[in-house]
């Protein structure tokens, strides 16, 4: 039984001991040994922690509260202990005492009673400093290492080292001398030491096994997957018999094998039969799979449990399984892998391992074409970053049904135990796991950026220290801290220390690129810890692909906080995009990496502090034609805000790089100022109100061989009735019911509205990990909150920038201006070296200069650049060149100044106000200065109009007449006609003289 250590957040060691009683202790100062009963260890475990972190569990009571204890040597240290006695249906007894043992360290006393029967097992020397006293700041909380495998993200860990799964399946065979569909022990034995001598490490067997079977793996080493039958080939909707032998069924197996240490995993079920699942309904299967896993935890808490699934169910994704399992049989690797693809974005977070796959050499292929297949099957599963895969199966004697099977031979080993040629590939590619890639490996340069990120930095680098990878560096760029960042990285002679002064996150990616040596730059966060493949992964999918960069998931780390788990289940937090199963509208920037010569062409903008950096930077190169990928086993912890401020800070810092954003990239906006992707978001599971189900292609008659999910997004209608603009709109309505008070009504439904969503997206949401009673409450506060603070904020930035410095003053112009007299609003220019996109470019890097905030083309508008000059106003550039004789070019730039989207919108609520105070008002005649509202903003926008247009068009002079264009006097030209122009320069006599005439108007100039 291993034992589960809920609240601590404290490293340990582990150990084992032989039973006995007697008092023992725990400190950080020694490690300690001890061995109890498994029910007495799991609940006594709980308890190991320092004061104030333990968390009663279920059954247990305080019994009294002592002012002090005895610590080592017999002196007295002033505490406030707990006794506890243990439940009354554990084998043995047990009692602990916690008290605080000064200087920030905390004993633990456990007195316990042995009882017959008791087995020995492990449980945690923790490290119990407090808090205070940890140096290492914030980390996740890891499960207790035991002898059993655990999940630890995509992956599992046993012990400190990462798991993966090389299984085979065995049997079942005929019936054993004790009737169990095993071989007799003594050739069990040679099975099974054959199996350890092809690298595998796990069993799959169809059948819950016997204690002596259990313990022969676990003096092996092997792991055992147990499937668990019952009747699934029958609609159990509506049957109680067979429902009630379903949980009868896994509640007897988890009762007998759960808990063995061999044991790897229970799967509750294997393959449902399509038409069942159509017939009975998928969410009704759902949640009848969960609760079936309810049960096998209930009494086996510490195993893992899932149920096997297969491609024409894939759309059946309960939600409390430990890991996603697909049996899936597709013999050719390219098709194989891209459906290994689509199923990794189908697990999510989860681990993703394959049940089943195998090749028959009877009559699908030969001997030598089973070896290849199954070496290219297993190359495919961990390349595409699965946990593992069982081969199908160790030998031909296999016995299912009642018969043996005489027409298959799927085995790696004949009947007689003969090994085939697959025997020697599976053993080959079994050692080389997880890392099987014959690709030379670039040298990659990891840079971590970190402003005060001390709590979580050497985290960061002690797992960047453990990576699996031939050739890297760490460059870490310190952008100004003032905390303990540089303490820390004394302590890190082999990382790359680069100190700035604090010029943004941009700037830091910057600097790191152009210091980094290797071929690729990979970006992480100081409050990121990376896999220990994760360099791996991402370089093996970015130099595999055509993409420039990659990235992967980053994962929230559970640091034994409900409030974290909270924040975690709110929206607004960074995730990837898809636009397909390996190609990523975006990633965030805590997990990316680029070719270097990418970087160095593109460059973060420095403009972007805080925020924003990667999606300006990620979109720029999808424009310049370059596309993204994404590695679903690239993974790193990402730790999230973890209160609630931290939080709120996080989004009105998002919100202003989507402020800044939207200038640089107005198509990805709408009209709101929110952005918008094209892909779907991953890892918004669950976040946000879906109105209405799934849909679920089935096939003709529910026969398609692959039935897909397309998972409904989060409803829009519902996000825009939460949003920044409908409480605005609701205050509106509220200054309205001023003059109309029937409008209260509505105000208040307007205001509820929010209010009820939010509550809406808290049911809807995942339970949290860390459950406490204002859980939900928090949950859908954040989704009430978080709109309103990212929407002010984007808001804010923008109305802000919308104001042109006093240095505008300068481009005020002490000559006239060329305009034309047919139309007063177009300046006109005169070269025979450039073009309008010349002229256009060194606006925009002037006006970019002066700071003015701005709008280019996207391809989709019908003008050149938008340049927003004040709240009220904005100026809007539109360009065209006329091609004359002798290649002499005419740039007419037209300059027109109107109202911003915050003027008309002023505008129209003062006339609406206006008229409702006119029409409905019963204060006539005082209620007559109304009509002023809109006049005041009209009076805005004409001051400001005269303000702002004539440094635009100074600026728009300025940069012609450096550039070499000759500005076109204010007088009406005679223009060559329509023939000489058409034909081009020199072509006919009419366009000699076009040209001579309007050289003579500009002065001979040109």
Same mark, same amino acid.
């Given at each position: 039984?291993?034992?589960?250590?809920?609240?601590?957040?404290?490293?340990?060691?582990?150990?084992?001991?032989?039973?006995?009683?007697?008092?023992?202790?725990?400190?950080?100062?020694?490690?300690?040994?001890?061995?109890?009963?498994?029910?007495?260890?799991?609940?006594?475990?709980? $308890?190991?922690?320092?004061?104030?972190?333990?968390?009663?569990?279920?059954?247990?009571?305080?019994?009294?509260?002592?002012?002090?204890?005895?610590?080592?040597?017999?002196?007295?240290?002033?505490?406030?202990?707990?006794?506890?006695?243990?439940?009354?249906?554990?084998?043995?007894?047990?009692?602990?005492?916690?008290?605080?043992?000064?200087?920030?360290?905390?004993?633990?006393?456990?007195?316990?009673?042995?009882?017959?029967?008791?087995?020995?097992?492990?449980?945690?020397?923790?490290?119990?400093?407090?808090?205070?006293?940890?140096?290492?700041?914030?980390?996740?909380?890891?499960?207790?290492?035991?002898?059993?495998?655990?999940?630890?993200?995509?992956?599992?860990?046993?012990?400190?080292?990462?798991?993966?799964?090389?299984?085979?399946?065995?049997?079942?065979?005929?019936?054993?001398?004790?009737?169990?569909?095993?071989?007799?022990?003594?050739?069990?034995?040679?099975?099974?030491?054959?199996?350890?001598?092809?690298?595998?490490?796990?069993?799959?067997?169809?059948?819950?096994?016997?204690?002596?079977?259990?313990?022969?793996?676990?003096?092996?080493?092997?792991?055992?997957?147990?499937?668990?039958?019952?009747?699934?080939?029958?609609?159990?909707?509506?049957?109680?018999?067979?429902?009630?032998?379903?949980?009868?069924?896994?509640?007897?197996?988890?009762?007998?094998?759960?808990?063995?240490?061999?044991?790897?995993?229970?799967?509750?079920?294997?393959?449902?039969?399509?038409?069942?699942?159509?017939?009975?309904?998928?969410?009704?299967?759902?949640?009848?799979?969960?609760?079936?896993?309810?049960?096998?935890?209930?009494?086996?808490?510490?195993?893992?449990?899932?149920?096997?699934?297969?491609?024409?169910?894939?759309?059946?994704?309960?939600?409390?399984?430990?890991?996603?399992?697909?049996?899936?049989?597709?013999?050719?690797?390219?098709?194989?892998?891209?459906?290994?693809?689509?199923?990794?974005?189908?697990?999510?977070?989860?681990?993703?391992?394959?049940?089943?796959?195998?090749?028959?050499?009877?009559?699908?292929?030969?001997?030598?074409?089973?070896?290849?297949?199954?070496?290219?099957?297993?190359?495919?599963?961990?390349?595409?970053?699965?946990?593992?895969?069982?081969?199908?199966?160790?030998?031909?004697?296999?016995?299912?049904?009642?018969?043996?099977?005489?027409?298959?031979?799927?085995?790696?080993?004949?009947?007689?135990?003969?090994?085939?040629?697959?025997?020697?590939?599976?053993?080959?590619?079994?050692?080389?796991?997880?890392?099987?890639?014959?690709?030379?490996?670039?040298?990659?340069?990891?840079?971590?950026?970190?402003?005060?990120?001390?709590?979580?930095?050497?985290?960061?680098?002690?797992?960047?220290?453990?990576?699996?990878?031939?050739?890297?560096?760490?460059?870490?760029?310190?952008?100004?801290?003032?905390?303990?960042?540089?303490?820390?990285?004394?302590?890190?002679?082999?990382?790359?220390?680069?100190?700035?002064?604090?010029?943004?996150?941009?700037?830091?990616?910057?600097?790191?690129?152009?210091?980094?040596?290797?071929?690729?730059?990979?970006?992480?966060?100081?409050?990121?810890?990376?896999?220990?493949?994760?360099?791996?992964?991402?370089?093996?999918?970015?130099?595999?692909?055509?993409?420039?960069?990659?990235?992967?998931?980053?994962?929230?780390?559970?640091?034994?906080?409900?409030?974290?788990?909270?924040?975690?289940?709110?929206?607004?937090?960074?995730?990837?995009?898809?636009?397909?199963?390996?190609?990523?509208?975006?990633?965030?920037?805590?997990?990316?990496?680029?070719?270097?010569?990418?970087?160095?062409?593109?460059?973060?903008?420095?403009?972007?502090?805080?925020?924003?950096?990667?999606?300006?930077?990620?979109?720029?190169?999808?424009?310049?034609?370059?596309?993204?990928?994404?590695?679903?086993?690239?993974?790193?912890?990402?730790?999230?805000?973890?209160?609630?401020?931290?939080?709120?800070?996080?989004?009105?810092?998002?919100?202003?790089?989507?402020?800044?954003?939207?200038?640089?990239?107005?198509?990805?906006?709408?009209?709101?100022?929110?952005?918008?992707?094209?892909?779907?978001?991953?890892?918004?599971?669950?976040?946000?109100?879906?109105?209405?189900?799934?849909?679920?292609?089935?096939?003709?008659?529910?026969?398609?061989?692959?039935?897909?999910?397309?998972?409904?997004?989060?409803?829009?209608?519902?996000?825009?009735?939460?949003?920044?603009?409908?409480?605005?709109?609701?205050?509106?309505?509220?200054?309205?019911?001023?003059?109309?008070?029937?409008? $209260?009504?509505?105000?208040?439904?307007?205001?509820?509205?929010?209010?009820?969503?939010?509550?809406?997206?808290?049911?809807?949401?995942?339970?949290?990990?860390?459950?406490?009673?204002?859980?939900?409450?928090?949950?859908?506060?954040?989704?009430?909150?978080?709109?309103?603070?990212?929407?002010?904020?984007?808001?804010?930035?923008?109305?802000?920038?919308?104001?042109?410095?006093?240095?505008?003053?300068?481009?005020?112009?002490?000559?006239?201006?060329?305009?034309?007299?047919?139309?007063?609003?177009?300046?006109?220019?005169?070269?025979?070296?450039?073009?309008?996109?010349?002229?256009?470019?060194?606006?925009?890097?002037?006006?970019?200069?002066?700071?003015?905030?701005?709008?280019?083309?996207?391809?989709?508008?019908?003008?050149?650049?938008?340049?927003?000059?004040?709240?009220?106003?904005?100026?809007?550039?539109?360009?065209?060149?006329?091609?004359?004789?002798?290649?002499?070019?005419?740039?007419?730039?037209?300059?027109?100044?109107?109202?911003?989207?915050?003027?008309?919108?002023?505008?129209?609520?003062?006339?609406?106000?206006?008229?409702?105070?006119?029409?409905?008002?019963?204060?006539?005649?005082?209620?007559?200065?109304?009509?002023?509202?809109?006049?005041?903003?009209?009076?805005?926008?004409?001051?400001?109009?005269?303000?702002?247009?004539?440094?635009?068009?100074?600026?728009?002079?300025?940069?012609?007449?450096?550039?070499?264009?000759?500005?076109?006097?204010?007088?009406?030209?005679?223009?060559?006609?329509?023939?000489?122009?058409?034909?081009?320069?020199?072509?006919?006599?009419?366009?000699?003289?076009?040209?001579?005439?309007?050289?003579?108007?500009?002065?001979?100039?040109?």
């Amino acid at each position: 039984m291993s034992p589960v250590i809920q609240s601590s957040p404290w490293p340990g060691r582990w150990t084992t001991w032989p039973l006995r009683s007697g008092l023992i202790w725990f400190s950080s100062a020694a490690t300690e040994k001890v061995s109890t009963t498994p029910s007495t260890l799991k609940d006594m475990a709980s $308890l190991v922690v320092p004061v104030g972190h333990a968390v009663k569990p279920a059954g247990w009571r305080v019994a009294r509260r002592r002012g002090c204890s005895r610590g080592l040597a017999g002196r007295a240290r002033p505490c406030a202990t707990r006794q506890v006695i243990g439940r009354s249906h554990c084998h043995g007894t047990s009692s602990a005492s916690i008290a605080h043992g000064g200087a920030g360290r905390c004993i633990v006393y456990v007195r316990f009673t042995a009882s017959p029967g008791s087995m020995s097992t492990t449980v945690p020397a923790l490290d119990l400093r407090s808090p205070r006293g940890r140096a290492n700041g914030r980390s996740r909380v890891v499960e207790g290492k035991t002898n059993r495998v655990r999940r630890d993200g995509k992956f599992f860990r046993l012990g400190d080292e990462k798991f993966f799964v090389k299984g085979v399946t065995y049997g079942p065979f005929a019936p054993n001398s004790q009737g169990q569909y095993l071989p007799e022990p003594r050739q069990a034995r040679r099975d099974l030491e054959q199996i350890v001598q092809l690298h595998a490490n796990v069993l799959r067997v169809y059948h819950v096994p016997p204690p002596w079977f259990m313990d022969l793996a676990h003096e092996l080493g092997l792991k055992i997957f147990v499937d668990i039958s019952w009747p699934k080939n029958l609609t159990f909707d509506g049957d109680q018999r067979v429902i009630e032998a379903a949980r009868g069924a896994v509640r007897d197996a988890a009762r007998r094998c759960g808990n063995h240490p061999a044991i790897f995993a229970l799967s509750v079920v294997n393959e449902i039969p399509a038409d069942i699942v159509r017939f009975v309904g998928r969410r009704r299967v759902e949640e009848f799979i969960d609760e079936l896993v309810a049960t096998a935890k209930a009494e086996a808490p510490d195993c893992l449990v899932t149920f096997a699934n297969y491609p024409t169910t894939e759309y059946v994704q309960p939600r409390q399984i430990d890991f996603v399992c697909f049996n899936v049989y597709l013999e050719e690797e390219r098709v194989l892998r891209n459906y290994l693809a689509r199923l990794q974005n189908i697990a999510g977070e989860r681990p993703l391992m394959l049940g089943e796959y195998g090749l028959d050499t009877m009559q699908r292929c030969t001997e030598a074409q089973q070896a290849e297949g199954l070496c290219g099957h297993i190359r495919a599963v961990f390349d595409e970053g699965l946990v593992g895969t069982c081969i199908f199966s160790f030998t031909d004697d296999w016995y299912t049904g009642g018969r043996q099977i005489e027409d298959w031979a799927f085995g790696l080993v004949r009947r007689d135990r003969t090994p085939k040629p697959a025997f020697q590939a599976v053993q080959r590619a079994f050692e080389r796991v997880p890392q099987l890639a014959e690709e030379k490996l670039p040298k990659v340069s990891v840079v971590v950026c970190s402003y005060n990120g001390g709590s979580t930095l050497e985290g960061c680098l002690r797992s960047l220290e453990k990576l699996h990878y031939p050739d890297y560096e760490v460059i870490v760029v310190d952008d100004g801290s003032t905390d303990d960042t540089q303490e820390i990285l004394s302590r890190f002679a082999w990382v790359r220390n680069i100190r700035q002064k604090n010029m943004g996150l941009s700037h830091a990616r910057n600097e790191g690129a152009r210091a980094a040596t290797g071929e690729i730059v990979a970006y992480t966060d100081s409050d990121c810890e990376a896999d220990p493949d994760w360099l791996y992964y991402l370089v093996l999918t970015l130099i595999r692909s055509p993409h420039v960069g990659v990235g992967g998931p980053n994962l929230i780390p559970d640091e034994g906080s409900w409030i974290a788990d909270a924040v975690g289940l709110s929206p607004g937090g960074p995730t990837h995009v898809m636009l397909d199963d390996r190609t990523a509208e975006h990633v965030p920037g805590c997990n990316m990496a680029f070719y270097r010569w990418a970087v160095l062409k593109t460059l973060f903008d420095e403009q972007f502090r805080k925020a924003g950096d990667d999606v300006d930077f990620i979109w720029r190169l999808q424009h310049a034609g370059y596309t993204i990928g994404f590695s679903p086993a690239a993974q790193v912890w990402h730790y999230r805000r973890n209160t609630i401020d931290a939080y709120l800070r996080q989004q009105r810092g998002y919100g202003e790089a989507e402020a800044l954003l939207k200038y640089k990239h107005p198509d990805r906006f709408n009209a709101l100022g929110a952005s918008f992707w094209r892909g779907r978001l991953y890892g918004t599971d669950g976040i946000g109100i879906r109105v209405g189900g799934d849909v679920v292609y089935h096939g003709v008659f529910g026969t398609a061989l692959f039935q897909t999910i397309y998972h409904r997004p989060a409803s829009v209608l519902a996000a825009m009735l939460m949003s920044v603009e409908w409480h605005l709109l609701t205050g509106f309505v509220l200054i309205l019911a001023l003059a109309w008070p029937a409008l $209260l009504n509505l105000a208040a439904v307007m205001f509820l509205t929010p209010i009820a969503l939010a509550i809406v997206a808290a049911i809807q949401a995942p339970a949290p990990r860390h459950r406490h009673w204002l859980s939900r409450p928090l949950v859908a506060y954040l989704h009430w909150r978080q709109p309103i603070t990212r929407g002010w904020a984007r808001y804010a930035v923008r109305l802000k920038a919308k104001v042109m410095k006093h240095e505008t003053g300068g481009y005020r112009r002490g000559r006239p201006l060329p305009f034309d007299p047919a139309d007063e609003r177009t300046l006109r220019y005169w070269s025979k070296q450039h073009d309008r996109v010349d002229l256009l470019r060194e606006i925009i890097r002037e006006a970019s200069a002066q700071g003015w905030r701005m709008r280019q083309d996207s391809g989709w508008a019908g003008w050149d650049l938008e340049i927003f000059a004040s709240r009220y106003v904005k100026v809007r550039i539109s360009t065209a060149t006329e091609q004359h004789a002798e290649g002499n070019r005419l740039t007419r730039v037209r300059v027109e100044t109107l109202m911003s989207k915050f003027c008309l919108v002023l505008l129209g609520a003062g006339l609406l106000l206006s008229l409702m105070l006119m029409v409905f008002g019963n204060l006539w005649p005082h209620n007559r200065p109304a009509v002023l509202i809109p006049l005041m903003v009209w009076a805005m926008y004409v001051v400001n109009r005269r303000m702002v247009t004539p440094p635009v068009l100074g600026l728009i002079d300025t940069v012609a007449e450096r550039c070499g264009f000759a500005p076109v006097p204010s007088v009406n030209l005679r223009l060559p006609d329509e023939t000489a122009t058409a034909h081009g320069p020199g072509t006919a006599d009419g366009a000699g003289r076009g040209d001579q005439e309007i050289g003579c108007a500009c002065g001979g100039r040109g």
